[in-house]
């Protein structure tokens, strides 16, 4: 069970992002009633890399490289979402936050970082 949120982003749709297609997100590490489906897959809140909530796919397919920030963003008026955050990374913020949902395959990545 998790707190379902509403991703926002702009006209342009990426395949490369694996919640494209859908509108919201089930996090089934905050409190709530929903059970992930397939309008509203799993997603984590976690700690970014300088200590910022993000949020990623509970499941990665294998041989992607990824997640990185697909540019879309997650919010939800729902208080358990804030205190989830707390929970998590320490640091809660009020607004939307940024979901990493992009992946690439490996080899096509390190492709391109040469």
Do not use: Q
């Not at 069970?1 to 006209?11: C, K, W």
């Not at 992002?17 to 996090?27: R, S, Y």
């Amino acid at each position: 069970m998790g707190l379902r949120v509403d991703i926002f982003r702009s006209d342009y749709r990426s395949t490369l992002n694996l919640f494209d297609g859908v509108d919201c997100l089930t996090i089934t590490n905050a409190e709530g009633p929903f059970a992930p489906a397939p309008n509203a897959p799993a997603a984590l809140l976690v700690s970014g890399a300088f200590g910022e909530p993000i949020i990623v796919p509970s499941e990665i397919p294998a041989n992607m490289a990824g997640p990185m920030f697909g540019g879309s963003y997650a919010a939800t008026s729902d208080s358990r979402f804030g205190a989830a955050m707390k929970a998590v990374t320490g640091k809660s913020i009020y607004g939307a936050l940024p979901i990493h949902d992009r992946v690439e395959d490996w080899a096509t990545y390190r492709s391109m970082s040469d």
